[in-house]
């Protein structure tokens, strides 16, 4: 077990490159079990749910290599059979990206119920299964398994409403209509910069899909897709999370490696609360030297203010002047960190998807716990605003989806440090 120290209360400056998205990356690595032949992928962020889902295509029998420490050539077309590793797929929730990607290629799939951040809420996959029945899957949950199959004959292109703007459903039908016979039209799709990314990487293989990016999606399905280069788009996430870091403890970061359109909700929000941010074309520099105000901020599907943003923003907000409001759009709730900011000495109530938040003066350091992967930034966030030392303990979390977070604030100053605990069971055989 590994947990991260931190001192809190020194300013970051400096510069901090962001990493490739985690969000694209976790889709378009399942993806390129789509294509015949090998597909480089640029920009690959090393975080261990890639590792994870790497794994799970070398154990089908792909071939993964790693051209440097961003890029990797990945070749599935050795590939036999439509059965993921039921481990590794339990621990990541993009291990449901699979489902859509062998159903696509082989009209089957076998693959365990996904795993992942637990907000507190069911994880639902409804609308990735009428997705694939309306192009003729069968497909039953059942012991933890997910078992699609196509009795009927081969998948074939469908009209698809989606009742929410769901991104796995989105990119998961997607990948299934990719060999699908005819057009499928999906309506009411998500629109995040990472299902665009995905569309793009597939057209870039030779799929036909038009409309990502809008709230309809159009693919004509059946083109053999026969491989090619690709670069992620950098992490929206990532960079919004050292936006927050500054934001709440003050100094100037230059965060480089950004598409500050996909930022724009974030940077809206940011300057509402009196922080400086400047855009360069590919960089964006934030400040922050004066307080902080109090500010409502409601999560919404892209472009709205993105749920994965919601700890850190409701971190920082701790410490503006006055009383700011979050309402969580997106997920039923997500406020399991809130007993640990409690711990730090926030003022904080949740009242169903809203948070209220009575800004303090200074928050304290303390022993906390990363509940879910931004949970645990969240913790980091708060332990670098803190007066004295915080330590967060499940940062396996953390490093699911943030490369090298401990080093990148380093790198600005950070007083921060990752040391390795021995587990309980580890503790007790030494002192027995
Ligand atoms: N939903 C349904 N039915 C479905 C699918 C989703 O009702 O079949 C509902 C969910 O319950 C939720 C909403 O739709 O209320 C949105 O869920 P979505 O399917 O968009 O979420 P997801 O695909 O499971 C991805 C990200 C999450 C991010 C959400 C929302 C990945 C691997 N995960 O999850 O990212 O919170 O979209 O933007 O892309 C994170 O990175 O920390 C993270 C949790």
């Known amino acids: 077990m590994t947990k991260y120290i931190i001192k809190g209360g020194r300013p970051l400056h400096g510069e901090v ?34 590792t994870m889902l790497l794994n799970i295509l070398r154990r089908m029998g792909a071939q993964v290599r790693t051209v440097d420490r ?15 590793d039921f481990d590794i797929m339990t621990r990541i929730r993009a291990s449901y990206y699979l489902i859509g990607a062998l159903l696509g290629r082989f009209g089957e799939a076998v693959v365990a119920m996904p795993g992942g951040c637990n907000f507190g809420s069911v994880r639902p996959i409804d609308q990735h299964v009428k997705g694939f029945s309306a192009m003729g899957a069968q497909v039953e949950v059942k012991n933890g398994l997910v078992v699609a199959s196509t009795p009927d004959g081969p998948l074939h292109g469908a009209d698809i409403y989606l009742d929410v703007a ?21 309506e009411n799709v998500a629109r995040e910069p990472h299902v665009v990314d995905v569309a793009n990487f597939l ?5 036909d899909i038009r409309g990502a990016g809008t709230n309809v999606i159009k693919i004509r399905g059946g083109r053999r897709l026969t491989g090619g280069s690709y670069a992620l788009i950098p992490d929206q996430i990532e960079a919004g999370t050292y936006m927050a870091a500054v934001a709440g403890a003050g100094g100037s970061l230059l965060i ?61 907000l701790c410490l503006a ?16 960190y809130v007993g640990e900011l409690l711990k730090m000495g926030a003022n904080v109530t949740v009242d169903g998807r809203k948070a209220i938040i009575q800004g303090v003066e200074c928050l304290t350091g303390a022993s906390v716990k990363a509940w879910d992967l931004r949970a645990g930034a969240a913790m980091v966030i708060a332990g670098l605003c803190a007066q004295g030392t915080t330590e967060i303990e499940g940062v396996d979390y953390i490093e699911r989806g943030y490369v090298d977070l401990v080093g990148k604030l380093k790198k600005v100053g ?19």
């Not at 769901?166 to 999906?186: D, E, K, P």
């Not at 950070?414 to 027995?432: F, L, M």
């Open 17 to 50: 490159e962001i990493s490739g998205a985690k969000n694209a990356a976790v889709a378009i690595i399942p993806a390129a079990m789509l294509v015949d032949g090998v597909c480089r992928i640029e920009n690959i962020p090393q975080i261990s749910d890639v």
């Open 70 to 84: 961003h890029t990797m050539d990945i070749d599935c077309s050795a590939v036999r059979h439509a059965k993921a």
């Open 166 to 186: 769901s991104v796995g459903a989105t990119i998961n039908i997607m990948l299934a209509a990719v060999f699908a016979r005819g057009v499928t039209r999906i």
């Open 203 to 207: 057209n870039a293989m030779g799929a």
């Open 256 to 316: 480089k490696n950004v598409i500050p359109k996909h930022m724009d909700c974030i940077t809206g929000k940011l300057e509402e609360m009196g922080v400086t941010v400047e855009e360069g074309e590919d960089e964006i520099l934030v400040s922050r030297t004066g307080p902080l105000r109090h500010i409502n901020v409601k999560t919404y599907y892209y472009p709205g203010f993105p749920t994965d943003m919601q700890p850190q923003i409701a971190t920082v």
């Open 321 to 336: 002047q006055g009383t700011s409001i979050i309402t969580e759009g997106v997920w039923d709730t997500r406020y399991k």
């Open 414 to 432: 950070a007083d921060i440090r990752s040391v390795d605990i021995p587990d309980e069971d580890e503790q007790e055989i030494k002192i027995g």
